[in-house]
């Protein structure tokens, strides 16, 4: 007898729901963007854009649900801070966009063969224009590819970076002994509604300054030049362009050097302008800071002034520390962008993230951080939370009130605690705290209460970075192996290696 009864399909699960990002992959200066006129930033996480809100400490998340997401390796942000772009980095990728005030995918840009190296959306939001193999100038709201033109003899992939003019009439790639602008002229399409050949006009800057030096940053803005007795000055387009060297240049929009200014350093990644300061991401963790107009200098923010307004958080300060016999050794910063005019982000070689409040240049001040591990993480583990419950008793899910725990362990030699939280009053994340919040979504809020590392290499003296855990079933101890086949054991209640 057969049966005539259906199948039913199984119930559809829970949708899993995205509620923190710990960590970053943003290595250079296209892995971060901001708009001044919002107090948001965005950076990469592999797959995924994260927008960070640096006055409110908040994540919101723009992913591909569509289809199997790919890597990401630069994103852009519109002036008005509504949208942003990101370029995916494999062969045969695309770019998307996505409306921020609905997390949606509102484009995906379809055309790059060998993955998109930098983006900058025009003035107006209409056009954006990205690079990778090619300059591509798209009409993103109608997905329709503008322009495609190569813009050096040699090679695209020695181009680094792209600006819109901030009066919208030309772009400038720079690079690898590249620095060109292009003039966007009226867009001439073929017939069977093919790639207009008459998009883009290339002139390059002073081909001897160009061939003696290879620039990783260009940016354009409107600054303020003072018009005598005139009650407002004349806005005045301008163009930044820095070397990996160290020497940043002004230049007006038909591309002649004005000024330009030696940071003497050993080198430089990243350039960010604002209406009042024009910010450089330089080795070991150096930020200098310079007027708009002039180029004189105005401060420099180092990478240890963080331990100065951090000395209510041991966790950071003690990963600071080294022995007397070795020198202290800072990251670079690689990456920076202005988010409002007296907030300063910067992402640094360690995958660090820091908001620094430069509204007094003389006092710049750490308004908060995000720390990650700087390697690949080989292993997590359960840790017990605050009530000593076991790691196996899923507090979260039975209501236990101390939140989650839990430890990680990398390539790059630590081993970090994490603490988690089901619920966290925005009012009590203050400016010293390492607290990160996500935007609640349904019932369930999970908030970075806390990232603390214990001095783990310094104390069993090993440089091996660490691949697996496991901790006791009463939360008191935990081991973990390192690659070089060593086992070590910690005490967790006391912080001690035994």
């Known amino acids: 007898m057969k049966l005539n009864q259906k199948l039913k399909k199984p119930c559809s699960s829970a949708k899993l729901i995205l509620q923190e990002i710990i960590g970053l992959t943003t290595k250079n200066a296209n892995g971060l963007a901001s708009a001044s006129c919002t107090s948001k930033c ?33 994103v852009a942000v519109s002036h008005n801070g509504r949208f942003v772009a990101a370029g995916e980095s494999s062969n045969l990728s695309s770019v998307l966009i996505w409306d921020c005030e609905s997390l949606g995918l509102v484009a995906e840009l379809k055309g790059h063969l060998y993955g998109a190296q930098c983006l900058s959306f025009s003035p107006n939001g209409e056009y954006l224009v990205s690079v990778g193999g090619y ?5 993103w709201r109608k997905s329709v590819l503008l322009a495609k033109v190569k813009a050096s003899s040699t090679s695209c992939s020695d181009i680094t970076s792209v600006s819109f003019s901030s009066n919208g009439k030309f772009i400038v790639t720079s690079g690898n002994k590249h620095l060109k602008y292009w003039r966007v002229g009226s867009f001439q399409r073929k017939r069977s509604n093919k790639v207009g050949s008459l998009a883009f006009h290339g002139k390059p800057t002073d081909s001897g300054f160009q061939k003696e030096n290879s620039f990783v940053s260009v940016v354009s803005a409107n600054r303020v030049k003072s018009s005598g007795s005139d009650e407002r ?17 002004l230049m007006s929009c038909d591309m002649l050097i004005k000024k330009s200014v030696n940071l003497k350093v050993e080198k430089c990644f990243a350039l960010s302008a604002s209406t009042r300061l024009i910010a450089c991401a330089c080795n070991e963790g150096a930020i200098q ?18 331990r100065k307004s951090d000395t209510e958080n ?19 910063a690689v990456a920076c962008q202005f988010s409002t005019t007296d907030k300063l982000v910067v992402i640094y070689g360690d995958h660090s993230l820091y908001v620094w409040d430069v509204n007094d240049v003389n006092k710049p001040t750490r308004c908060s951080m995000m720390i990650s591990h700087s390697a690949g993480i080989r292993d997590i583990k359960n840790l017990s939370c605050g009530n000593l419950h076991s790691p196996t008793s899923a507090c979260v899910a039975r209501g236990c009130s101390e939140g989650v725990s839990f430890t990680t362990c990398s390539e790059d030699g630590t081993i970090r605690l994490w603490d988690l939280d089901l619920q966290m009053d925005p009012l009590e994340a203050n400016a010293g705290s390492k607290a990160s919040e996500s935007e609640s979504q349904g019932t369930m809020h999970l908030a970075s209460a806390g990232i603390f590392e214990r001095e783990l290499v310094e104390t069993c003296g ?12 009463d939360g008191k101890y935990l081991a973990a192996g390192d690659c070089g086949g060593n086992l070590h054991i910690y005490d967790l209640q006391e912080s001690e290696y035994t």
Not at 42 to 63: E, F, K, P, W
Not at 135 to 139: R, T
Not at 462 to 473: I, K, Q, W
Request: glycine share 4%; aromatic share 10%; charged share 15%.
């Open 135 to 139: 300059v591509y100038l798209w009409d």
């Open 233 to 249: 000055g004349e806005e005045v387009v301008s163009i930044y362009a820095l070397t990996d060297a160290g020497v940043l240049m």
């Open 289 to 306: 800071l310079f007027t708009p107009e002039t180029l004189e200098y105005a401060a420099t923010i180092h990478f240890s002034d963080a």
């Open 462 to 473: 090993t440089t091996y970075g660490f691949r697996a855990l496991a901790v006791s079933d």
């Open 314 to 332: 041991h966790s950071h300060s003690e990963e600071l520390k080294n022995t007397e016999s070795q020198p202290v050794v800072y990251p670079d």
């Open 42 to 74: 965005v950076y990469l996480a592999g797959c995924v854009v994260v927008v960070y809100d640096v006055d409110a400490c908040t994540q919101s998340h723009l992913v591909v649900s569509h289809r199997v997401p790919k890597t990401l390796s630069c």
